[in-house]
């Protein structure tokens, strides 16, 4: 007993010898730091107050943002019931891991070398390093205030993994492969575009642009959760031997509406705040678009699944108007209310089309349609900058101004993203299968996720969970553990 009491000690020894330098040099590294209160920011500008609004207009956006993860959580009604709680712990992972992530690794390796906020200074372009956990100069408001803007859109990418792998991966899969996803894909190809990396300054004069993350978000995360789905396998009952397909509905269609209208309402701040300046009027013009394109994925989605099989989908109709958010994200900046009108159509039918292809030919099972809202209206939202763009904001003007060159740098990025994703993704997703597994029990599958893995059903039967509580109160005061009175 002394020898190992003695073994822990020596260990706690080391632990605490090893912890005090770290701590000490984080400690002196944060003392070397910009400006940590705001008082040089306001005082040595000539628009002290404009830079005060700006700061309150990205906050309040961000905030929003956040807000939208609430949307992700209530289109687990495309779920079953015995699997609710298991999606929803997915998307509070996203939000709250991924968001750690992002501020261990993730900032750092995106912003580093774009000089977009005092510390952000050291990178390359193809990877930053410098920014790390916020230390050193980049304990600034200005970098802060960046990092809280980026860091609940980084969010997103966990979430939309979420909805193609529900109902059938282990949890610690689930983390180890968002956590391999936001510090190789997303932080390097968003650095490419938004870091100020090789995308951004392609060597014929056009740089990539995508305002609020079609490629870089959407795109990148869609393409991980199809690789994802594909690795899983499809959800038992969902193929038969024919292989033709099953319909395994949702157990609440009403969670789905509500959290397409929380999305939406996320959604316009989302693309809007991307301005990162309240004194840019584009606003306006950024929030029409955004959603215009929405209503008009959602309406062509309902007709036409309509007039194809008399029946309004209105579920379909939600992924319809998520398709079109997801396609002017990318553009909403650069194009006229009359093109987003167009990108959301397009975004709306691609949706539809995607859906069959994913399902009746590639035999890949994607509970929520993540894959044909967020991986196909991604890279549409990439191309429809060069399409679209007519020149009266940011001087970036596509084919409808006659000018081919931006085309070609978002056809370049179109590109890159589904080699990169693809390619990384599929090395995470086919290498934890064949190392940890990533796939529950055929049991566990059967009886619900919610029961094996969390413990807890998302949803009682009505009376039972206080008949539960009832009986072990009853237990505990018959062995005299807990007072009867």
């Given at each position: 007993m002394l020898s190992i009491s003695g073994m822990k000690l020596k260990s706690l020894g080391r632990l605490i010898g090893y912890s005090i330098p770290m701590i000490l040099f984080c400690t002196w590294k944060s003392a070397q730091a910009g400006d940590p209160n705001g008082a040089l920011t306001f005082s040595h500008s000539l628009e002290g107050l404009n830079i005060s609004g700006n700061f309150v207009w990205i906050l309040m956006t961000a905030?929003?943002?956040?807000?939208?993860?609430?949307?992700?959580?209530?289109?687990?009604?495309?779920?079953?019931?015995?699997?609710?709680?298991?999606?929803?712990?997915?998307?509070?992972?996203?939000?709250?891991?991924?968001?750690?992530?992002?501020?261990?690794?993730?900032?750092?390796?995106?912003?580093?070398?774009?000089?977009?906020?005092?510390?952000?200074?050291?990178?390359?372009?193809?990877?930053?390093?410098?920014?790390?956990?916020?230390?050193?100069?980049?304990?600034?408001?200005?970098?802060?205030?960046?990092?809280i803007f980026m860091a609940v859109v980084a969010t997103f990418i966990g979430s939309i993994i979420a909805g193609a792998v529900a109902e059938r991966i282990k949890f610690p899969a689930y983390l180890l492969a968002c956590f391999l996803v936001y510090t190789f894909i997303y932080s390097f190809y968003g650095h490419w575009i938004w870091g100020e990396g090789w995308l951004a300054k392609l060597?014929?004069?056009?740089?990539?642009?995508?305002?609020?993350?079609?490629?870089?978000?959407?795109?990148?995360?869609?393409?991980?959760?199809?690789?994802?789905?594909?690795?899983?396998?499809?959800?038992?009952?969902?193929?038969?031997?024919?292989?033709?397909?099953?319909?395994?509905?949702?157990?609440?269609?009403?969670?789905?509406?509500?959290?397409?209208?929380?999305?939406?309402?996320?959604?316009l701040a989302y693309d809007a705040g991307s301005t990162l300046a309240i004194s840019d009027l584009r606003s306006s013009i950024i929030a029409s678009n955004t959603f215009l394109a929405g209503v008009?994925?959602?309406?062509?989605?309902?007709?036409?699944?309509?007039?194809?099989?008399?029946?309004?989908?209105?579920?379909?109709?939600?992924?319809?108007?998520?398709?079109?958010?997801?396609?002017?994200?990318?553009?909403?900046?650069?194009?006229?209310?009359?093109?987003?009108?167009?990108?959301?159509?397009?975004?709306?039918?691609?949706?539809?089309?995607?859906?069959?292809?994913?399902?009746?030919?590639?035999?890949?099972?994607?509970?929520?349609?993540?894959?044909?809202?967020?991986?196909?209206?991604?890279?549409?939202?990439?191309?429809?900058v060069g399409i679209f763009a007519d020149g009266s904001y940011g001087k970036v003007s596509g084919l409808i101004t006659g000018s081919g060159q931006q085309f070609l740098a978002q056809f370049i990025a179109f590109l890159t993203v589904i080699v990169w994703a693809g390619g990384l993704g599929f090395a995470i997703f086919f290498g934890l299968k064949h190392t940890i597994g990533i796939r529950v029990s055929r049991t566990e599958e059967l009886d619900g996720l919610d029961v094996n893995i969390h413990g807890i059903k998302c949803y009682p039967p009505e009376g039972k969970y206080l008949e539960d509580i009832d009986d072990i109160i009853r237990k505990h005061i018959q062995l005299g553990e807990l007072v009867s009175r």
């Open positions: 905030f929003l943002i956040l807000f939208m993860q609430a949307g992700f959580v209530l289109l687990g009604g495309l779920v079953s019931s015995k699997n609710m709680l298991s999606y929803m712990t997915h998307c509070f992972m996203a939000t709250t891991a991924g968001a750690f992530i992002f501020w261990l690794f993730g900032f750092a390796l995106m912003f580093g070398g774009s000089e977009l906020g005092p510390g952000l200074d050291k990178g390359n372009p193809f990877i930053g390093y410098s920014g790390f956990m916020l230390l050193g100069e980049t304990y600034d408001v200005k970098t802060v205030l960046l990092f060597p014929f004069g056009v740089g990539v642009k995508d305002f609020a993350g079609s490629g870089v978000v959407h795109a990148s995360g869609g393409i991980c959760a199809f690789m994802g789905a594909w690795a899983l396998g499809p959800r038992i009952g969902r193929f038969n031997v024919d292989g033709s397909a099953n319909a395994l509905p949702g157990h609440n269609i009403a969670y789905v509406i509500l959290g397409t209208i929380i999305l939406a309402f996320g959604w008009s994925g959602a309406v062509i989605v309902i007709l036409y699944l309509y007039i194809k099989t008399k029946k309004a989908n209105v579920a379909e109709a939600c992924n319809g108007a998520l398709a079109g958010f997801v396609a002017i994200s990318g553009p909403c900046a650069y194009v006229a209310p009359w093109s987003a009108v167009i990108i959301g159509l397009i975004g709306g039918l691609l949706m539809c089309g995607t859906t069959w292809l994913v399902e009746h030919k590639f035999k890949v099972d994607d509970p929520l349609g993540a894959i044909s809202v967020h991986a196909t209206n991604g890279l549409w939202g990439l191309l429809a």
